[in-house]
């Protein structure tokens, strides 16, 4: 008599099928300048950067419980860095993003430090005052344009390539880089050692801390990171925007709270998503953006709706109902194939 | 004597910043919900007294007498339609409703009240005063200080001398075991947010006396109350008025050093206490 063998395994047959017809997209995409037009092209960045500022947001609060209505912050900071950097220290406008990343990494820290102190839905607000002391220092460099903000120098925007087709070519490759860099990290975040100790944490904190987890510690480089990338995507927002001030920099509507919408929607604690969040706040976006402010009137109650009736989200009640991942990140229990021994 | 009077105007505009921060306490202590949209409710407030007074030509501080009410209502049903749903361990379902709510009502001012700055014409109060000591003081500052300290020790009073502050202490303490002595929770919980609804009313009549306020007003008031709150100390009304009164001063003594400041040094002062005492400064003693 043989017995069954069982393994544990995250690989599925969805996974296989959903990485083959990723990396196709991905070259379709990548190949974009020369089948999409002007037009489209823009949308997409602006697709790229939502997904992955909604990546970064879902790590934090649909992994870690850090929930952040202050990511603002970061992007408001990754921006203003990247005017400094390119302006002030001469940097080139490609190094000036990595330089935005690391210094929003390392300004993270001691905010960190100290909002850290408050609890759940007041460390949410808590994340709010930083954002809005951010923004009010920023109004008060007067180099940097004060409360009316400043333009980039047309010599700087210049200096990253020559025609303006090819700038805008290489600003949607940057976004989709972007994209894929954040992706990327997520996904192997999670993967690692301290990824399950974050999915620990998702599940239960009590438990996961019960079972040795550093708790503060995993969360808190979570935090930097998230506040590091996010200054990044910051820094590459503005260098699209060309332009920078304040209120724009440090909106809360832009910058938390649509992503929240994409993330909630989409469903939150996946990887998959923020994918389908922002196709959807982007289908929506476009059809709806003419009604003004019925449009968020609108996306508010789909968020409420969402959160009451699915709390899970898009995905959330697809993997539900069909057991589907598209990234290799649950175990299931496999059959094995019976071997004879 | 110009710093005395910076202080003096901080204590009072403190009286304003507890009576936004008393309805976030409440239902904190009550039912451990955050609600992002408060300051959105203030504004509500606000725009109803606006459309109140507009259409009746009553006094502001008169139109308290139907837009409380109202709000405590709006409140009640807010609570035992949507927010009771979301109650639980998890503490993203409130705070995401609440944030959507917040979203869904500043555009629903826009629509209906336009981006245009608002305010209510409250006659000679807006500027009366008395000379004290060599101050000016406002009539209507201190009316408001005088009302704050009113309403936190009525709220006061409510929780600690009433069967219904005994019920909301029991639901607080243990909802499963107050539900077993008999009482509704989802209707405590109502009656909470009814009551903070109706603070937050006079809160938002007061603002709009005050100064001007427009759609996306709110958020800085959340902000307000919610450092309020903090600075004096979680489930403390008193503790709550004092850190009203940190941040008002904190706000005018850096409105003195330089206009811009003012904002600032508020939200500096805030990070300061939390830095040195996370508990804030007069944390309630029992658990």
Not at chain 1, 170 to 177: E, F, N, Q
């Amino acid at each position: 008599m043989s017995a069954q063998t069982y393994s544990v395994s995250r690989d599925s047959q969805s996974a296989k099928v959903a990485a083959v017809l990723g990396v196709i997209v991905l070259i379709v995409l990548i190949a974009a300048p020369w089948w999409a037009g002007r037009a489209d092209m823009r949308l997409m960045g602006e697709m790229f950067l939502y997904l992955s500022l909604a990546c970064l947001w879902n790590l934090m609060a649909g992994y870690a419980g850090l929930v952040s209505v202050g990511q603002q912050a970061y992007v408001g900071f990754g921006g203003y860095m990247l005017f400094a950097l390119t302006m002030f220290a001469g940097l080139p406008p490609l190094v000036a993003i990595v330089g935005a990343g690391v210094l929003g990494a390392l300004i993270s820290i001691p905010v960190a430090a100290l909002i850290f102190r408050l609890r759940g839905a007041y460390f949410a607000i808590g994340t709010w005052v930083m954002a809005e002391v951010f923004r009010l220092s920023f109004a008060q460099v007067s180099s940097l344009g004060g409360g009316s903000g400043s333009s980039l120098p047309v010599g700087i925007v210049r200096s990253l390539a020559g025609s303006r087709s090819a700038r805008e070519s290489l600003a949607y490759w940057m976004a989709l880089g972007a994209a894929v860099v954040v992706i990327a990290a997520v996904y192997l975040f999670l993967r690692s050692r301290r990824g399950l100790a974050l999915t620990a944490i998702r599940d239960n904190e009590l438990a996961a801390a019960s079972l040795g987890i550093d708790v503060w510690r995993i969360k808190f480089v979570v935090y930097v990171v998230t506040g590091g990338l996010t200054a990044m995507l910051g820094a590459l927002i503005f260098l699209q925007k060309l332009r920078i001030s304040p209120d724009a920099a440090f909106s809360v509507n832009d910058w938390t709270a649509f992503v929240i919408f994409i993330v909630v929607i989409g469903g939150i604690g996946t990887l998959e998503g923020p994918i389908i969040g922002t196709l959807v706040f982007f289908a929506l976006r476009e059809t709806l953006a003419d009604l003004g402010t019925i449009y968020l009137i609108v996306l508010g109650f789909v968020a409420i709706v969402v959160m009451l009736k699915a709390p899970r989200g898009v995905w959330g009640f697809v993997r539900e109902r069909y057991d589907i991942q598209l990234f290799p990140l649950a175990y299931h229990v496999q059959k094995k194939p019976k071997t004879d021994k | 004597m110009d710093w005395v009077n910076a202080i003096v105007q901080g204590v009072l505009l403190g009286g304003l910043y507890a009576l936004f921060a008393a309805g976030l306490s409440l239902i904190f202590g009550v039912m451990r919900l955050v609600n992002i949209a408060h300051g959105d409710f203030i504004v509500l407030s606000a725009y109803l007294g606006l459309t109140v007074i507009t259409s009746t030509g009553m006094h502001p501080l008169l139109a308290l007498i139907i837009v409380v009410p109202t709000m405590a209502a709006i409140g009640y049903f807010l609570q035992r339609g949507i927010l009771n749903q979301t109650l639980g361990d998890d503490i993203l379902p409130p705070l995401l409703v609440t944030f959507g709510l917040s979203v869904i009502l500043q555009n629903l001012f826009l629509a209906s009240y336009s981006a245009d700055p608002q305010k209510m014409d409250a006659g000679a109060l807006e500027t009366a005063s008395v000379s004290f000591a060599g101050l000016s003081l406002g009539i209507l500052p201190l009316l408001t200080f005088g009302i704050a300290i009113v309403v936190i020790a009525s709220l006061q009073y409510m929780f600690f001398c009433t069967s219904l502050g005994r019920a909301f202490r029991a639901v607080s303490d243990n909802q499963d075991i107050a539900q077993l002595m008999g009482l509704n929770k989802r209707h405590m919980f109502g009656l909470a947010m009814g009551i903070a609804l109706g603070v937050t009313a006079i809160a938002g009549i007061l603002l709009g006396i005050r100064t001007s306020f427009d759609p996306t007003a709110g958020s800085a008031r959340l902000i307000f109350g919610f450092e309020a709150v903090i600075i004096g100390g979680l489930g403390n009304l008193w503790g709550t008025l004092a850190g009203g009164i940190i941040l008002g001063v904190a706000q005018t003594i850096g409105a003195k050093i330089d206009p811009g400041w003012q904002l600032l040094s508020g939200h500096i002062a805030f990070l300061i206490v939390l830095a040195i005492r996370p508990q804030g400064l007069f944390p309630r003693v029992s658990g």
